[in-house]
């Protein structure tokens, strides 16, 4: 008994660390690492959605794909700026919307397919942003 009881408080405790390990590092992050940061909190959902898919966790599926979805929806396009970003802002804005119905798809069908061109298409813009942080080398 003596050792669950411990073990739930270590989980607790890695839980609080983590979550304050993620706080800190939000809180120390310039605005092109906070998008990353997004990227690989929406690819990590959808990974884990594709684990509940397979292993036939219905529930746990659906709550990894509405995390990704609200990673989307409300990191990845709040972020956007119309205004300065003109087209280019515009045709993400349609992407983010084309990937999030694909989510939606890969959750009430059970279709891997539509999750797999979900993780495609959000690494491929992830992979363009993360090369737009790095220093240009003269």
Avoid at 1 to 28: K, L
Avoid at 91 to 104: K, N, P, T, V
Wanted: net charge negative.
């Amino acid at each position: 008994m003596t050792y669950s009881r411990g073990a739930t408080a270590y989980g607790q405790g890695a839980s609080a660390y983590a979550r304050v390990g993620v706080e800190s590092g939000v809180m120390s992050a310039n605005p092109h690492q906070l998008i990353v940061m997004l990227f690989d909190g929406a690819n990590t959902a959808m990974r884990a959605a594709r684990i509940h898919m397979q292993a036939g966790n219905t529930v746990e599926k659906g709550k990894s794909i509405s995390r990704a979805l609200d990673i989307i929806n409300n990191g990845l396009v709040a972020a956007l700026d119309q205004e300065k970003g003109g087209e280019i802002a515009e045709r993400l804005g349609a992407l983010y919307d084309y990937i999030a119905r694909l989510l939606l798809t890969a959750n009430l069908r059970n279709d891997e397919a539509s999750l797999d061109d979900a993780e495609r298409l959000l690494d491929d813009i992830a992979s363009a942003w993360r090369d737009i942080g790095q220093p240009q080398s003269a």
